[in-house]
């Protein structure tokens, strides 16, 4: 659904989302654009001070998003964070596993603490969220799941090893997850977004000197983001792919 702008326009005001990695890059933009949309954001992110300086900047806008603090790599706070939540009356209607870190270091380097944190934060952390969020979406009977993926999930490159093997992990995640909730609810909706480089200190801290002309803005993964969630219910978007137009990564 495409506003006057040319932006994806969706309705999310009664809706809460939950962004994990919320606090800067790509997921600063997934956060502002759920809020936009009048969602009540939760921004989940080790980094808290960031997350709250956008929650404020937010407020002071007129939307309405606050942190919640959670490492995605423990389950059991994780799980207390869905407690805690439902102690209040309060639902995740939309999920968006975002939260990522890499190590960019060739295989005969990396150490076991090193590929732990990676597969770690990017594919059983997603997990531990799908776990705890799908079955109350099922009980509920609707509600959104977005997995943020990447080119890596497809195709690798060297100094990638963890990071691709987390990447391809969560999609087949995904697609599991999808074809269950066509079986167990009409309303549940499951998306991967496999996306390709984009302008954020994700991609900059890790390769300072990369060709920022060959990277897109995190807005458009963004806006891919509401056109998941926009898309009727008699429809599905199992998976997006947005990738700037001379992305050398793909297919």
């Known amino acids: 659904m495409g506003g006057a702008d040319g932006a994806v326009q969706v309705d999310l005001h009664g809706k809460r989302a939950l962004v994990t990695g919320g606090a800067r890059g790509l997921g600063a933009s997934i956060t502002r654009k759920l809020a936009g949309a009048g969602a009540s954001v939760l921004v989940a992110d080790v980094r808290k001070d960031l997350a709250q300086e956008l929650c404020d900047d937010l407020a002071r806008a007129g939307r309405d998003a606050r942190f919640v603090e959670m490492d995605v790599r423990d389950a059991d706070a994780v799980a207390e964070v869905f407690r805690d939540l439902e102690e209040t009356g309060q639902t995740v ?59 890596a999930a497809n195709r690798t490159w060297t100094e990638a090893g963890p990071y691709s093997a987390g990447k391809a992990g969560l999609r087949a995640f995904t697609h599991t997850l999808f074809k269950e909730a066509q079986r167990d609810c009409d309303g549940i909706g499951v998306t991967g977004i496999i996306a390709g480089g984009m302008h954020t200190p994700f991609i900059l801290d890790r390769f300072p000197d990369a060709d920022v002309s060959m990277l897109q803005s995190p807005d458009i993964v963004a806006d891919t983001v509401l056109y998941a969630l926009s898309v009727p ?19």
């Open 93 to 151: 209607d939309v999920l968006v596993n975002n939260a990522a870190v890499d190590v960019t270091k060739p295989i005969e380097h990396l150490t076991a603490d090193e590929v732990t944190r990676v597969i770690t934060t990017n594919l059983l952390g997603p997990i531990y969220l799908c776990l705890e969020t799908y079955r109350r979406m099922v009980a509920r009977g609707g509600g959104h799941i977005v997995n943020i993926l990447s080119t």
């Open 233 to 251: 219910a008699g429809s599905a978007v199992s998976e997006l792919v947005v990738v700037p137009r001379r992305e050398p990564s793909w297919p």
